[in-house]
């Protein structure tokens, strides 16, 4: 038999050359060029700019939402601010030609073809690192090995994965950065439409809140991101927007829920996951208990107790637990509410929503616990008790909440404050004399006796929280741990 034959060292050289067309032209692929950057990039690049901390970065994000857009449009930045081009590499280990060999060698292969061996002063980019075995470990010896000059960036939208392997083997070492699906002020932006929220003087003691001066427009596209507004492409495509369903089901859903869930977790009846992640999808904003999930999907409680595990870790869904009205948590919490990650997804599996359907305030509810997840580890909880819930509270260690949210598609609210008596009843229960209730497009501050609403419209409100979660996220992210080694 004859010896099977791996490929050549010069065919490797090649391919990086193709990938690294700024070595001689020093543009991006004309494919990647003139795309607007997310408002997540300048953290981004900020962060692999800083060199005298020894890190290397995890880029993580789900399917589709911009993660190797925005490492071209960091390699063009690098060179428009005077990087030389020949010290920036980037590779895709997807590509079969870089089966099974390792980050240093292929490093070296880099450095090969650009005649370069001085071992400092690269940026190295790593694209779908998942697909290489082991691929935690090849990259902490590296940012051992090499002299702190060198920056190391990998990314891979097998997310849950990622996030095991990173926290397993690269404390001290990595910095993970998470790119979630677009926030509604992300949406907007990328539209050219930011033109529509304004900041109008408010009184000194009520919230600075944003507004507009054409709710028509502005909730029209609050429509479109809950329809369409969670990736990119189908924001930037109408086409795609035609039949978002084959886009993001294909390219999105069923990779991970098919490929990246099973691999991992050694899931074997990938049919079983995919009923209950439609039953959930379907549903998203209510409140379930294992019992009717098991009923609805035709999974067993100790199966589904698992797949929600593992689709929260692939960050597909989010999980909030019940406190009762005195805020305390539930020693066995038998019943959660489930919200998408990306209220997109709903879309994509089923048909678009309109603001008439009956499950649209559920998709509003969706929308606003999604602008939160860019917070981080916010500790969000829903109030129940018998005959009484209050959508959204955030609870701290001492389980005292720090403010209530009740969700409304609806301005009726703002002439009936009384209506709203799960609200009331928890707030005089826990001592709070605020709490916030989305209008349609109705911003109005609302006295009732001792307490006081503030009625903000929910595109408004989520594009409040995706702005303020930006601003915290880049106060915070930066210089996390000085203390890191360093040459």
């Known amino acids: 038999m004859a010896k099977l034959r791996s490929f050549a060292e010069d065919l490797i050289i090649k391919r990086i050359r193709l990938e690294n067309p700024w070595w001689e032209t020093a543009l991006i692929p004309p494919d990647f060029q003139g795309y607007k950057t997310r ?39 690098l060179i428009k601010e005077g990087t030389p081009p020949g010290k920036i590499c980037f590779l895709s280990i997807d590509a079969p030609i870089y089966n099974n060999i390792a980050l ?39 940012v051992d090995l090499y002299p702190s000059s060198n920056r190391f960036i990998v990314s891979g939208s097998a997310a849950a994965a990622l996030k095991l392997k990173s926290n397993e083997s690269g404390a001290g070492r990595f910095t993970e950065f998470m790119l979630p699906p677009l926030t509604f002020q992300e949406y907007l932006h990328l539209k050219g439409l930011s033109y529509l929220i304004t900041f109008p003087d408010m009184e000194d003691d009520a919230p600075a809140f944003p507004s507009t001066d054409d709710w028509q427009t502005l ?30 089901r294909s390219d999105i859903i069923d990779k991970v829920l098919l490929r990246d869930l099973p691999s991992l977790y050694g899931i074997r009846d990938v049919q079983e996951l995919n009923s209950l992640f439609n039953v959930i999808a379907y549903n998203s904003g209510n409140e379930f208990n294992l019992e009717g999930l098991s009923q609805e999907s035709g999974v067993d409680k100790l199966t589904i107790r698992k797949y929600i595990e593992y689709l929260e ?26 919200y998408l990650t990306n209220p997109s997804m709903r879309c ?56 209530a949210l009740e969700v409304k598609w609806s301005n009726q609210y703002v002439k009936s404050p009384g209506r709203l008596k799960s ?26 006796q001792e307490l006081t609403f503030y009625n903000i419209p929910a595109a408004t409100y989520c594009y409040i929280i995706g702005k303020n979660s930006l601003i915290n996220r880049s106060s915070s992210f930066l210089f996390p741990d000085v203390a890191d080694p360093v040459d």
Request: hydrophobic share 45%; aromatic share 12%; proline share 4%.
């Open 313 to 338: 870790a692939a960050f597909l869904i989010k999980i909030l637990y019940p406190v009762g009205i005195n805020t305390k948590k539930f020693q066995r919490a038998s019943r959660f509410k489930i």
């Open 39 to 77: 408002l997540y990039f300048e953290l981004f690049y900020r962060l692999n700019t800083q060199r005298q901390i020894k890190r290397a970065t995890v880029l993580m994000g789900t399917r589709r939402v911009g993660k190797t857009v925005m490492l071209l449009q960091m390699v063009q930045r």
């Open 104 to 142: 240093e060698e292929l490093f070296g292969l880099c450095q090969k073809a650009l005649n370069d061996r001085s071992n400092k002063d690269f940026y190295i980019i790593f694209d779908e690192i998942q697909y290489l075995k082991n691929w935690e470990v090849h990259l902490k010896s590296m």
């Open 423 to 448: 609200l009331i009843r928890y707030c005089r229960q826990n001592g709070l004399d605020n709490a916030l209730v989305t209008s349609i497009d109705k911003f109005e501050r609302v006295q009732m």
């Open 219 to 248: 909730n029209g596209h609050f429509l479109q991101y809950i329809n369409f507004g969670g990736y990119p492409e189908v924001v930037l495509n109408e086409k795609i927007q035609q039949d978002p369903g084959k886009f993001v």
């Open 348 to 403: 994509a599996l089923f048909a678009p929503i309109a603001p008439t359907d009956d499950h649209f305030g559920q998709m509003v509810e969706t929308a606003i616990v999604a602008q939160w997840l860019h917070e981080g580890n916010i500790p969000l909880h829903f109030a129940a008790w018998t005959g009484g819930e209050v959508d959204i509270v955030v609870v701290s260690p001492e389980q005292k909440p720090y403010w």
